[in-house]
């Protein structure tokens, strides 16, 4: 069996769009069956794992990932690491990670990654199921360690890579209307689109395809979907790189 290494760790801002608000995924800390140690619980923390010597850091997220996803090969980005060493300076949080990894850690290391997920596509393992919670990114509570500021960072991250990459298309649906798009860049840059602008912007976008289906069972009038292809987008980045 594998050691776990004491000294490093991996840590996982799993973000989600349920078309109103962007969200990340945390849970629940595990509960310790020691009463003699005064350990708050339901304490919110970020999905995480001590890394293994004989495992790749990638190899250690994606093990997270799909532990409390159960999702393979989805959006994966390293964005930070946090090696502050006041970072495990809260004593009861320290005494909660010794005894559940039975390991004499004093410091910690970790390497942040994001992900980007479809959240009614997410299926946590049964073992997380009932510690698992989907939190705005707005209402966070105070959370263990330095999560909050890894949470804070991973955003920042998002927006900037927001405006050069195509990742959002990772947290709609396969076919989506230019009003979920809108959407998702406004409740992630935090900012109001005109949406006559927006729209002749992304109507030049080779790489947007208009479907010839429309939304269904909607009170309004029904949208035309539109779905992201990606080989057109590739050969448009070669030409004049990605806008939107």
């Known amino acids: ?26 849970i629940e800390r595990e509960r310790l069956q020691d009463e003699n140690l005064d ?10 794992s001590l890394i293994s010597d004989a495992e790749d850091l990638d190899a250690s997220a994606h093990r997270v990932l799909l532990e409390l996803t159960g999702l393979d090969k989805i959006f994966l980005h390293q964005f930070s690491v ?13 005494a909660w990670l010794k005894a559940t990894s039975g390991l004499p850690i004093e410091r910690v290391v970790t390497v942040a990654y994001y992900s980007l997920v479809k959240i009614k596509e ?3 393992s049964e073992t997380l199921l009932s ?4 939190i705005s990114v707005n209402e966070l509570p105070q959370l263990v360690f330095d999560h909050n500021i890894i949470i804070n960072k991973a955003l920042k991250t998002l927006r900037k890579e927001l405006r050069t990459e195509p990742i959002g298309f990772e947290l709609l649906p396969k076919k989506f209307t230019l009003r979920q798009l809108q959407n998702l860049y406004e409740v992630i840059m935090g900012i109001n689109l005109d949406n006559r602008n927006f729209r002749k912007r992304v109507g030049k976008l ?5 479907l010839p289906e429309k939304q269904k069972g909607v009170s309004h009038k029904p949208a035309f979907l539109y779905k992201f292809d990606k080989k057109a987008f590739e050969k448009e980045r070669k030409d004049v790189g990605f806008v939107i």
Request: proline share 8%; hydrophobic share 45%; with cysteine.
């Open 39 to 48: 350990i708050p619980m339901e304490v919110l923390k970020l999905p995480g």
């Open 206 to 210: 080779s790489y947007l395809a208009v």
């Open 122 to 124: 997410s299926n946590p």
């Open 82 to 94: 946090f090696g502050d060493p006041s970072r495990l300076a809260n004593t009861k949080h320290l």
């Open 1 to 26: 069996m594998n050691r776990l290494n004491p000294h490093i760790s991996v840590d996982c801002v799993i973000f989600g769009f349920d078309e109103k608000q962007l969200k990340v995924l945390l």
């Open 131 to 134: 510690r698992a919670k989907w």
